[in-house]
């Protein structure tokens, strides 16, 4: 098996990729309950002009076709930001066993920065969180996408 570090690797992969195209580096993996990986996604609003095309929609809608079901019960998802309130209300929905993310987001983050949504009294479903995976990577990858962009 796999550790959450080397996960998190993979989708700072996909995050990497995301950001050579254009998009916002953000990278996801849903991975099963027998620690294989099921499925992942990145960024790809712009690519598709689809506003809820964020990293965890992607590899979630993914693992949902791949199963054949809604529910990801059991399942993992690595991130490498935490997740805004609607991809948080995504996991909920399908009953993600657990989320593994590297960097907080201040400014939009649902989980522990901005909200805390899993913990909320109208959330009907509990969320294993793991944050702080590869932390400073994730971080300076967005911190330099970010740069880079301001100077064009």
Same mark, same amino acid.
């Given at each position: 098996m796999k550790s959450h570090s080397e996960w998190m690797g993979l989708a700072l992969q996909l995050a990497r990729q995301a950001g050579a195209e254009g998009e916002v580096p953000v990278g996801a993996l849903v991975v099963g309950a027998d620690g294989a990986l099921i499925a992942a996604g990145?960024?790809?609003? &712009?690519?598709?002009?689809?506003?809820?095309?964020? *990293? !965890?929609?992607?590899?979630?809608?993914?693992? =949902?076709?791949? %199963? =054949?079901?809604?529910? %990801?019960? =059991?399942?993992?998802?690595?991130?490498? %930001? &935490?997740?805004?309130a609607m991809c948080t209300g995504a996991l909920l929905q399908a009953r993600v066993e657990r989320l593994v993310y590297g960097a907080d987001d201040p400014k939009a983050g649902a989980i522990a920065s901005v909200y805390n949504l899993p913990e909320s009294p109208g959330s009907f479903h509990r969320l294993e969180v793991i *944050? =702080?995976? !590869? &932390?400073?990577?994730?971080?300076?990858?967005?911190?330099d996408w970010?740069?880079? /962009?301001?100077? /064009?």
């Open positions: 990145a960024n790809r609003r &712009e690519r598709d002009c689809d506003p809820t095309a964020h *990293a !965890e929609v992607v590899a979630m809608r993914l693992a =949902g076709q791949k %199963l =054949g079901a809604w529910r %990801l019960t =059991g399942c993992t998802l690595y991130v490498t %930001l &935490e997740p805004c *944050a =702080g995976i !590869e &932390e400073a990577a994730c971080c300076q990858l967005l911190t970010f740069a880079q /962009r301001r100077t /064009r």
